[in-house]
């Protein structure tokens, strides 16, 4: 999971963090491209999940065959372009 920084992340993830692994978090910066640029150039395959209409189902996507990053929105104003 990938989290922006910012103040009341630290106590939301501590109260809301189902899996109770530290460890689940894997950014917490204040560039979120950045980040997804690295893990892209290190080969991992990036999906962006989001309601809008023509998406594709998460149901219908194959199985990841290497390491997959999904962003999620805001839920309010989605992923940015």
Do not use: K
């Not at 109770?20 to 491209?33: I, K």
């Amino acid at each position: 999971m990938a989290v922006p920084r910012l103040p009341w992340v630290p106590e939301a993830l501590a109260r809301g963090n189902t899996l109770r692994q530290p460890a689940c978090v894997h950014w917490t910066g204040p560039s979120a491209r950045r980040w997804l640029a690295r893990q892209r150039a290190n080969d991992s395959h990036i999906i962006g999940v989001e309601l809008v209409g023509g998406a594709i189902a998460l149901g219908d996507l194959p199985a990841a065959r290497r390491r997959t990053v999904a962003v999620l929105g805001h839920e309010h104003s989605g992923i940015p372009s």
